[in-house]
């Protein structure tokens, strides 16, 4: 081992000797074409390690580079889906508008928007997130003008709990479209259906009759759409007769509705 340590220590001044010696030395071409050869072969190996060597460095550079590049992409993708999101949030609100205004059934300024959030179809109750304030007992309807739920409760940073017409707590003074005195009581029975009670006997009503809420004294102050009866219950000993209404709603997919005030 230290015979071959001091042989590689000969060499390396060897070499020291002719590089200098080419150097600093006017000695002839054929000295120098010898000294030339005999040294290259050992410049080949360490400029091809030098090149090696920064061309190493350069990847790190150009990975540094990529890993920066791919953060500012992966930045811009996140503020593009955000944008995105607004986006369709805002496509969804408007076709929402527009599909409540065509039927003329309200003015677009008492609508508030609002996004369902939350469902408790087993409670029949829905949260939703609006951005104004609104007030409990206004009406909320569907973007179709279909009156689904009474406003319950409402909380901090604009949210509010909907008590839904099919709970067995709801109670809706009715009528059928196009007349003037109301009918009976709309009432949830705490299934998807709805029925209206103390119908009068001697009341006339026809399977695929309109069903519209009547305004009260609380916050309900126009008519609004609710269903179509789908089959009456008349006995000989009740005084009253029941009407059952239908909505066609499924509540499970309510995506945005409207507070009216």
Same mark, same amino acid.
């Given at each position: 081992?230290?015979?071959?340590?001091?042989?590689?220590?000969?060499?390396?001044?060897?070499?020291?000797?002719?590089?200098?010696?080419?150097?600093?030395?006017?000695?002839?071409? &054929?000295?120098?074409?010898?000294?030339?050869?005999?040294?290259?072969?050992?410049?080949?190996?360490?400029?091809?390690?030098?090149?090696?060597?920064?061309?190493?460095?350069?990847? #790190?550079?150009? $990975?540094? %580079?990529?890993?920066?590049?791919?953060?500012?992409?992966?930045?811009?993708?996140?503020?593009?889906?955000?944008? #995105?999101?607004?986006?369709?949030?805002?496509?969804?609100?408007?076709?929402?508008?527009?599909?409540?205004?065509?039927?003329?059934?309200?003015?677009?300024?008492?609508?508030?928007?609002?996004?369902?959030?939350?469902?408790?179809?087993?409670?029949?109750?829905?949260?939703?997130?609006?951005?104004?304030?609104?007030?409990?007992?206004?009406?909320?309807?569907?973007?179709?003008?279909?009156?689904?739920?009474?406003?319950? %409760? %409402?909380?901090?940073?604009?949210?509010?709990?909907?008590?839904?017409?099919?709970?067995?707590? &709801? $109670? #809706?003074?009715?009528?059928?479209?196009?007349?003037?005195?109301?009918?009976?009581?709309?009432?949830?029975?705490?299934?998807?259906?709805?029925?209206?009670?103390?119908?009068?006997?001697?009341?006339?009503?026809?399977?695929?009759?309109?069903?519209? $809420?009547?305004?009260?004294?609380?916050?309900?102050?126009?008519?609004?759409?609710?269903?179509?009866?789908?089959?009456?219950?008349? &006995?000989?000993?009740?005084?009253?007769?029941?009407?059952?209404?239908?909505?066609?709603?499924?509540?499970?997919?309510? &995506?945005?509705?409207?507070?009216?005030?």
């Amino acid at each position: 081992m230290r015979k071959k340590r001091n042989f590689f220590i000969w060499i390396v001044v060897l070499l020291c000797f002719f590089v200098l010696l080419n150097i600093f030395t006017s000695i002839s071409d &054929t000295i120098r074409g010898r000294s030339l050869l005999l040294i290259s072969p050992i410049q080949s190996f360490f400029l091809e390690k030098g090149n090696n060597f920064f061309k190493f460095s350069e990847a #790190l550079k150009d $990975a540094e %580079k990529i890993s920066s590049e791919i953060e500012k992409l992966k930045k811009e993708n996140i503020d593009l889906n955000s944008k #995105l999101s607004s986006m369709l949030s805002l496509k969804e609100e408007n076709k929402a508008l527009r599909d409540i205004l065509e039927i003329n059934l309200i003015e677009k300024e008492n609508l508030i928007f609002s996004q369902v959030i939350g469902r408790d179809i087993l409670n029949h109750e829905i949260i939703i997130r609006h951005d104004k304030d609104v007030d409990v007992g206004l009406p909320v309807i569907t973007p179709e003008g279909i009156l689904i739920g009474i406003v319950e %409760k %409402k909380y901090a940073n604009g949210f509010a709990s909907i008590r839904l017409i099919t709970s067995s707590n &709801t $109670a #809706l003074e009715v009528k059928i479209q196009n007349e003037d005195f109301p009918i009976g009581v709309l009432k949830g029975s705490g299934e998807k259906e709805l029925q209206i009670d103390l119908l009068p006997k001697n009341k006339s009503l026809y399977f695929g009759d309109f069903v519209v $809420a009547v305004p009260d004294n609380k916050g309900i102050k126009k008519e609004f759409y609710v269903g179509r009866i789908f089959e009456i219950e008349e &006995t000989d000993i009740e005084v009253f007769k029941r009407a059952k209404v239908w909505q066609g709603i499924d509540y499970r997919y309510l &995506t945005h509705l409207f507070v009216v005030y």
